[in-house]
């Protein structure tokens, strides 16, 4: 029997370890492709293939094929440059010349080893021609390479939304005409079809700087102005110098919105960064459609229609100061949630004010400055409103001014929008089949403080209607201040047309006027408004539709909250008024201010520092 001497047996042991080596990263190879890309052939399916007359593959073995592979990098940039490398050196003065392992080998053959298309080969064979030494004719994005193709479809991308978007009025952001889609867009521009699952039109438009906004309906922008101007200029509606006309007033509008939002971000940054001195407060509605009760979804049955479902309306105060979200994120700003179910709790000015007032008694820090945004329609924008904070800042003594914003009439703000629309994708995942369950849901968003599924309306409409100054200028306004002069009487203030340049600054005292014919007395307190007892009784034919869809569980939490809504008295508005004298913004201590023209002082406190500092050193040392 033959026998190996140590020498053999090492050289043995190496060479396997040498292969196990080259099939691991082998392995790592094949994995590094993503799922959706173009894997390498496996060996088998490499040899089964005729690539030329020369049969490269009968000459390659599969630890030669391995070899080759291991070579390479499993990152996809890196993985570029090498291949790019391996054609260089296959290029010589008598042409081109393909080698692996020193073996010749075919085009399809090398570019079926080392994962390189055929046209991606081609490429680099011009681009080492043209003198370069790297992959090129694409540009660099961070980590990612494009073709120039690819910057000449963006390109015609960028002349098509130049020529039909509109320009949003905040700036950087653009609306694409209405009913176009995202790919529509993208072949409309480069005059090319894609296929269904293709991503290149979403990536072209992800390289663009601005932000383009594609809608079945412009929603931002959809005021009476901006329509009957936008549809009139496309329209040819105007002509020469009516059609310039037109421009400018539409351009003058877009100044008017941008300068209403600019000044309620400034309102925004002012009550983060400053809470001891200034409070910002949104409000608004969600649209009822989206939270009628029960909502399922694939629990739904036909035997159920639309009407017979009950509203459980959402308003939403956002206060604009920073909350808390576990142990590292914090948010600039808290929701508190306010439900109607079945419009039970009467709406109107009286709601509205309440839950502007709760919200803002529930904030910690409240400064003696309150700035309310709130949207502009009859039940916000009324002399009662205006009227009641006048009354309300003679019964308490921590807010001593309000600023009630209104949004231009048919523009709105992102920030409370995109709470509802956060919700809303939540309920299009998550079933509710009572009010409990909505509410639940709803304290799953981020930043929520506080949500009720019943809240205390007062009645301020009773003490103000018949003695508030209706001085006629509250529609053409947005923009009012209520305040108390130094007699302590309710004053008002209008900013007509200008609002982010002088947004916090007080008007001459001649501007002002007062807010009552008569002052109202402080008290007796507003009454807690009863709720509608025969609307919230509906909810019992709502459960006798669902007996057979609901579970006893579901049904009687149903009818709990119609118990609550029966037996549930109110809070007094006393309690409200202990709130904000509890949660009262503590003066700051006022900094030091040291009068040392000559630097005497300060250079007699560094003196001392260092004495003390050589004093510590001789003694150690």
């Known amino acids: 029997m033959e026998t190996l001497n140590a020498e053999e047996v090492g050289n043995a042991t190496t060479v396997a370890v040498g292969a196990l080596d080259v099939e691991e990263k082998h392995l790592r190879f094949m994995n590094s492709f993503d799922q959706r890309a173009v894997k390498p052939l496996q060996y088998v399916e490499l040899i089964d293939r005729i690539c030329c007359h020369g049969r490269c593959d009968g000459r390659f073995s599969k630890f030669d094929v391995y070899t080759v592979r291991s070579r390479l990098s499993c990152d996809p940039m890196e993985r570029i440059y090498q291949q790019f490398f391996l054609i260089q050196t296959c290029v010589g003065e008598d042409g081109i010349q393909l080698r692996l392992e020193g073996k010749t080998v075919c085009k399809k053959f090398f570019c079926a080893v080392v994962a390189l298309p055929e046209y991606t080969f081609d490429r680099f064979i011009v681009d080492y021609l043209k003198g370069r030494h790297q992959g090129g004719a694409h540009g660099n994005t961070g980590r990612r390479m494009h073709s120039d193709a ?225 949207d502009n329609f009859g039940p916000n924008k009324s002399y009662v409103l205006l009227g009641a904070l006048g009354w309300f800042l003679r019964v ?14 048919g523009h709105t703000h992102i920030d409370i929008d995109a709470c509802f629309g956060r919700f809303s994708k939540r309920l299009d995942r998550s079933q509710c089949p009572s009010p409990q369950a909505m509410q639940q849901e709803f304290q799953k968003l981020n930043g929520v403080q506080r949500s009720a599924l019943l809240y205390t309306v007062y009645d301020f409409e009773s ?82 539709r669902c007996c057979t869809i609901l579970s006893a569980r579901e049904l009687a939490n149903i009818v709990s909250a119609k118990e609550v809504y029966l037996d549930y008295v109110g809070e007094p508005f006393q309690e409200l008024l202990n709130r904000f004298q509890a949660n009262a913004s503590v003066d700051l201590p006022a900094a030091v201010h040291l009068a040392d023209q000559e630097n005497q002082l300060v250079g007699r406190f560094l003196a001392e520092d260092q004495s003390a500092i050589r004093r510590i050193w001789n003694e150690k040392s």
């Open 463 to 544: 003490i103000v209607a018949n003695l508030v100054l209706q001085f006629g200028c509250i529609r053409k306004n947005h923009f009012f201040r209520v305040f108390v002069d130094h007699r302590g009487i309710p004053s008002l203030q209008i900013a007509r047309f200008v609002r982010s340049e002088n947004w916090i600054k007080p008007s001459p005292t001649s501007d002002a006027f007062l807010l009552f014919r008569r002052l109202p007395p402080k008290v007796p307190l507003p009454a807690v408004v009863a709720i509608d007892r025969e609307k919230i009784m509906k909810l019992d034919d709502l459960v006798g």
């Open 150 to 374: 690819f910057y000449d479809d963006l390109a015609k991308v960028v002349y098509f939304l130049d020529c039909v978007a509109q320009e949003s009025p905040t700036g950087n952001e653009y609306y694409a005409p209405p009913c176009l889609t995202k790919r529509e867009c993208v072949e409309i521009a480069t005059g090319k079809q894609y296929k269904r699952n293709s991503s290149h039109p979403y990536r072209l438009l992800k390289e663009l700087a601005p932000r383009v906004h594609f809608r079945k309906t412009n929603d931002l922008t959809k005021c009476n102005i901006c329509v009957e101007l936008n549809t009139g200029l496309h329209n040819g509606r105007w002509v020469d110098g009516k059609k310039a006309e037109a421009v400018a007033l539409r351009l003058a509008h877009y100044e008017n919105v941008k300068a209403d939002r600019s000044d309620y971000a400034l309102r925004k940054l002012f009550s983060v960064n400053k809470p001891c001195a200034f409070l910002s407060v949104a409000h608004d509605g969600m649209t009822k459609m989206h939270t009628k009760i029960p909502h399922l979804l694939e629990d739904r049955a036909k035997l159920l229609a639309d009407k017979d479902l009950a509203f459980c309306d959402l308003n939403v105060a956002l206060v604009h100061r920073p909350i808390s979200e576990g142990s590292s994120q914090e948010l600039p700003f808290s929701l508190h949630g306010y439900f109607n179910l079945c419009g039970a709790n009467v709406g109107g000015t009286n709601s509205v004010l309440s839950q502007l007032l709760d919200a803002v008694s529930r904030t910690k820090q409240i400064p003696s400055t309150v700035a309310f945004q709130v």
């Open 396 to 409: 308490q003594s921590v807010v001593r001014e309000f600023y009630v914003a209104y949004n231009e009439v």
